[in-house]
């Protein structure tokens, strides 16, 4: 069970780190950390990654998974990434993303005609890559398997591990994290949040998403 | 609004990025990842991350946050370690902890008389130190704020971030990262588990415990 993480500069932490506490302790699982150059990936928080491998050294995986960044734009104009990207959608079982990475699959040619979702800020954008934006915390299309932003790789991780491993396999990893969540507000999605609190935050984020 | 992240080998990733991605976005706030000495820090899943400064370089922090290992006697034996602890808890606003994070504050003497949590697999052990084991997702006692296992430590950023910039400025971080959860099963607490799940996990956590 080979699981490659795509790092990238300024992506966000948690959208990988989330999924990586759950995938690595499937059985059988080698988990690659795949960048351009292996060595400190600089997150947009602030907080410092590593990758192990360059994208050369990896051309395989049953799963692959791909963060999203506060900028989604940051990986659009790497065409050695995404070829990267396409090569080992090739080899995978799964296709994955958290967050704004669904826009990368996106850019790499991966969502065309197919229902995605990404970032609640960013929906929209997946139009700009022929996907059918869908407001939902995960989304299925075959093998593409796309998450919403930061916190939602958490379920599509638990999910994932339900389909290769069984339920049983699953339930002892969200049981092992103490994933039995209880937001101190229900505010985590555009529904639920105060309008202007999400406009505010809407304008905020789309500046960085353009920037 | 200093805020002191302790890194240490061995520890477990998510319970210093969950609350990290929160934390780091607070208005003002500025973040230090502190270490015994700064560079790369080997966590339990196998990822690296990086510690910015020595424990010598941090003499004050408005937050102290302490994140928990699957070894949860990591740090039991590290006196100058445990020393730093409780000198910048003299100067903390908040002292939190997620996870085994709270048997490591229990180590520096800092639980003696409190109400605390940590990981449902631990909990007996606050007793060693003189802590009241509770069983909740977040404890409070006075300026020390204990979390569950590992994904607790989103729930306690949020509500940690309430009380230091108001429940709006909360909301939108939790907006941003779109902290809706929707686990895919309802497994995620010893109340909830299968009992033989249960079982079959505690044996191996308190095996990890201990080694």
């Not at 500069?9 to 948690?14: I, K, R, V, Y």
């Not at 950390?33 to 907080?47: E, M």
């Not at 659009?76 to 990434?81: A, F, G, I, Y």
């Amino acid at each position: 069970m080979q699981i490659a993480f795509l790092f990238y500069e300024e992506m966000t932490a948690l959208d990988a780190v989330g999924p990586h506490e759950i995938l690595c302790r499937l059985p059988g699982a080698k988990v690659w950390r795949v960048a351009k150059s292996p060595g400190p990936i600089h997150t947009d928080s602030g907080q410092v990654l590593t990758a192990d491998y360059a994208l050369s050294e990896v051309v395989q995986a049953d799963i692959l998974l791909i963060p999203g960044a506060g900028n989604a734009t940051t990986l659009r104009d790497h065409p050695e990434t995404l070829a990267w990207i396409r090569a080992i959608h090739a080899t995978t079982t799964w296709t994955t993303s958290v967050c704004t990475g669904s826009l990368i699959l996106g850019a790499a040619g991966l969502l065309t005609g197919l229902k995605a979702t990404t970032h609640w800020a960013a929906l929209d954008r997946l139009r700009i890559w022929g996907a059918e934006p869908i407001p939902a915390r995960i989304v299925e299309a075959g093998k593409v398997i796309t998450a919403a932003g930061v916190s939602a790789g958490i379920d599509m991780a638990l999910t994932l591990a339900a389909k290769i491993a069984g339920q049983d396999v699953a339930e002892m990893l969200q049981l092992g994290i103490e994933y039995d969540p209880e937001p101190p507000f229900d505010a985590g999605s555009p529904s639920k949040a105060k309008p202007a609190l999400l406009r505010k935050l809407q304008t905020r984020l789309l500046a960085a998403f353009e920037k």
